[in-house]
């Protein structure tokens, strides 16, 4: 094969992939989601299996044994910087991947989370109990010195971030179809209640542009959305309707309400790419609508 033809298929293959995701960038959370491709039937998993590290934090990260789930988030802010995280905040690590070095560090005199992922992937997770119809609100600041250069969300073997927020919903298992019904039963006795059946992703990403929404590469059972891409070292507020997100993200399975935030993780991941970036996170709050 001549070098222009594979570079002609090449060109083709990345101009698809861009107006796919073009597709799928609406501003989640700001009205109908119509600019959304219709979700898969909540729990058909997308792509072939595979254990990586993106793939289980995805389908099982809040599974271990927990804590009793809180009604806010435990603020960062009120401990000393070091090592020890505030409970019920609690590291989450994978077998044959490193895990991020986690500490709570002073910046500019106010405790955050800091999470330095080189060649590694975890997450640090704290369980919830909220009605989304209450308090649907969750805000939060936070801040990468870099981001991810090789990460692609299109593509499994670019399933990086620089920062990522999960948050967690309970859509109830006898919702989900058979095969996914049985599996999540399974996985439950095994686990523990806790295990989540569909979630959110925020991410910071290094090329798409804000909005932009995608299945990820290895389940459809979490929504990844881009809420920042590039302009590292800033501080940065954010505040998602949760409520709306999920409405966007999986309403056209989904008719009943809101399902229940059973817990959020937060943190980075460099295992695909190799590469190293730091984020730092504030406090976390859930509030309702103004």
Known sequence: MGGGERHGRHSNASSDRRRALARDAPALGRGPPRG????????????????????????????????????????FSRSAPGATLPAPWRPLTLPRVSAPEVALVDDGGVTVLRSRAAAAAGTVAHDLDIDPAARPMLAWRWRVDRVVAGADLARKSGDDFAARVYVFFDVPVEALPWTARAKALVARAVWGEKLPTAAICYVWDNRHPPGTSAWNPYTDRVRTVVLRSGSPGAWVEESRDLAADFRAAFGAQWSGPVPRVTGIAIGNDTDQTGETVTAWFGDFRLEARP
């Open 36 to 75: 959304l491709p219709p979700p898969r039937r909540l729990g058909a998993a997308g792509g072939a299996p595979g254990v990586s590290a993106g793939a289980i934090l995805a389908a099982a990260l809040l599974a271990w044994a927990a804590p009793p789930a809180d009604a806010q988030p435990t603020p």
